[in-house]
């Protein structure tokens, strides 16, 4: 398989040439993908196609100048590249069908009027396809950075820490799964929308989650997977307008990226969101999250069917923490309200591990500390970083030092940013006043 | 499956460091070693003393040849290991991450070969 990662290799090298190519592979890798892979489904000869497509360009655009409609122009290139491939490979091929589309390609590509300027989206159709039930969930959100994108398994394998190798036989399978298994390239009929978008929504934050856990700036090199996410979530609640969920998870997400300078102080330490300064907050991202926040709400109660799901909740819970920069105190009340409506709606030990430590702040640490301790032995919170923390403050506050000093040792022990680690370790040292 | 976590760092720049940050990554390697013991996984795991306690011994033509120092001078040391006990290889992954080391060395992940 040759690079899939054209647009990220791509510029090194100045030139108009060089330039453009990078810009049209950033803004049109996925367009190309999905349009090339829309009907074979297969992507990975898509990406292929692609790839080579984009090696030609950088060798002639620079020459010979950057052409009029350069997506068309990689479409053409790429179009070509898959029907060589394919005819090479025809006598033990599914016949039929791809000989009719490569027809077809073959006449828009000698079309003496040139290629159609406006490229058709089928993006949305791919996130679709990406995110489907029979993909693995933990392969959704890779793909998806894979085929819109154009990330490459090593970059990947490094936001989720799986190893480059794996992550690329694991993606040669994932793709290998939608075209053998026939996943269709479309978004779903309404019966069916509403749990498949999530599955979507679910991939496009897991991304997100990803880039953000990542501390800002660390690695110059590896492009930013919260940026990109939001991109993602960005395409989404364009090509959805009128998905509430898909504009709650865009407001959540512009809620967090609004604070992520925030999340640093000169010195590059670690602040907790409790005490981050609000003027470092990006004021324009989190009206631009409240104004989408509060569209996601009108169009969830407007219907005959109530359409408030998780995304919008947890934006809420950002929006509620976001008051603070206008009245002093977050809106604490709030916040444990969210909480509780979230944790019925996802049963989330995580979720409700949030009410609890919001808990604390509106009666105080003991009933929290009950709630978590009703947590206890959960399996799925024993590695968690968070929950160790969360019980490790608690525990100080209210005195029991052993306790609080045995907590925070598991805390550091589970934590992977040095700049949280040195945070907790601080915490351990000198209690809060 | 069983895993070592082989922990590569910059000896020089370690012997440079701080008493205070010293202390402090000794303490995070504390609780780090201590949650793989709360998690179950933890098998053993050593620091080595710097590279230059090391001696090198090898056979050559019947006679026996010891050398000072590592066995290959490399950017980073080997300074200490953890065997661990996971599932696969994604679990031996995040547990390397973790280590107080990863920030400024290398974690090399090696499978054991199950006999």
């Known amino acids: ?433 | 499956m069983k895993y070592l976590l082989m922990i590569y760092s910059d000896e020089a720049a370690e012997a440079t460091m701080t008493e205070a940050d010293n202390a402090a990554e000794m303490a995070a390697y504390g609780a780090y070693a201590g949650a793989m013991v709360e998690a179950g996984v933890m098998v053993g795991g050593e620091r080595l003393r710097p590279t230059t306690d090391a001696t090198c011994v090898r056979l050559r033509n019947g006679q026996t040849e010891l050398l000072n120092g590592p066995y290959a001078d490399t950017r980073e040391q080997l300074g200490g290991y953890f065997m661990i006990e996971v599932p696969d290889l994604d679990a031996a992954l995040h547990w390397a991450a973790r280590c107080p080391t990863a920030p400024h060395g290398t974690i090399e992940v090696r499978p054991v070969w199950e006999m």
Request: hydrophobic share 50%.
């Open chain 1, 1 to 433: 398989m040759a690079d899939a990662d054209a647009s990220a290799d791509i510029g090194a090298d100045a030139g108009p040439g060089h330039a453009a190519a990078e810009a049209v592979a950033r803004r049109s890798y996925g367009k190309l993908i999905a349009l090339l892979a829309a009907r074979t489904r297969d992507l990975a000869a898509a990406e292929d196609a692609l790839a080579d497509a984009f090696a030609a360009a950088l060798a002639d655009w620079p020459r010979h100048g950057i052409p009029h409609t350069p997506e068309a122009w990689l479409l053409t290139a790429a179009r070509r590249r898959l029907i060589d491939g394919a005819r090479a490979r025809r006598t033990h091929d599914h016949a039929a069908d791809t000989l009719r589309l490569l027809g077809e390609w073959a006449q828009a590509a000698t079309d003496p009027a040139g290629p159609r300027a406006e490229i058709p989206d089928h993006r949305l159709a791919l996130m679709f396809a990406c995110a489907h039930p029979a993909i693995a969930a933990g392969m959704r959100a890779p793909l998806m950075l894979q085929t819109l994108l154009g990330f490459d398994a090593a970059a990947i394998g490094s936001a989720f820490l799986v190893a480059p190798a794996t992550m690329g036989q694991r993606l040669v399978r994932a793709k290998s799964r939608i075209r053998q298994t026939g996943i269709p390239f479309a978004v779903p009929p309404l019966a069916a929308l509403g749990e498949r978008l999530g599955a979507v929504l679910d991939a496009v934050y897991a991304c997100y989650a990803e880039g953000w856990s990542a501390p800002a700036g660390t690695d110059a090199q590896r492009r930013n997977l919260a940026e990109e996410a939001l991109w993602l979530g960005g395409l989404v609640a364009t090509l959805m307008p009128e998905e509430p969920e898909a504009l709650g998870l865009l407001a959540l997400m512009l809620f967090a990226q609004a604070r992520r300078a925030a999340r640093r102080d000169e010195a590059g330490r670690y602040v907790p969101l409790a005490e981050q300064d609000t003027t470092r907050w990006d004021a324009r991202m989190m009206d631009e999250a409240e104004r989408l926040l509060r569209r996601a709400g009108a169009l969830a109660l407007a219907g005959p069917v109530q359409r408030v799901g998780r995304f919008q909740l947890e934006a809420a819970v950002q929006s509620a923490h976001g008051v603070r920069r206008l009245r002093g105190t977050a809106d604490w009340p709030a916040i444990t309200r969210l909480y509780d409506a979230l944790h019925q709606l996802t049963g989330s030990p995580v979720v409700a591990l949030n009410r609890a430590v919001a808990l604390a702040e509106t009666q105080g640490p003991a009933p929290a500390l009950a709630a978590l301790d009703t947590l206890d032995g959960d399996a799925r919170l024993a590695d968690y970083q968070p929950y160790w923390a969360a019980r490790a403050d608690l525990l100080q506050r209210l005195g029991q030092a052993a306790a609080a000093d045995a907590a925070y040792a598991r805390a550091i022990g589970l934590e992977r940013d040095p700049a949280v680690r040195a945070f907790l370790q601080q915490r351990r040292a000198v209690p809060l006043g």
